[in-house]
């Protein structure tokens, strides 16, 4: 026995999702149902979120505006 679950996400997101999952042989639904096993038998969020430190969105922001510089192994 199933039940249905509704949630709701922008159009262009679930297209999105749609392409990368089909390349895989997966739909929506089964993707989720892995995401909530994954949950359950992990019993936590089996993805980390995390925020980028303020030296990291400076180097993000700087590579958006087109600021790069290269560094090398040896200047780290």
């Known amino acids: 026995m199933t039940i249905d679950v509704h949630f709701r996400v922008e159009p262009e997101l679930k297209r999105e999702a749609e392409a990368v999952l089909k390349t895989d042989g997966l739909d ?22 995390t925020r980028p430190n303020p030296t990291t969105i400076a180097a ?6 087109g600021k790069v ?4 192994l040896d200047d780290l």
């Open 28 to 49: 929506v639904s089964t993707a989720i149902r892995l995401f909530l096993r994954c949950v359950v038998e992990t019993g936590r969020m089996p993805i980390a979120f």
């Open 60 to 65: 993000i922001k700087a590579a958006k505006a």
């Open 69 to 72: 510089t290269k560094t090398t």
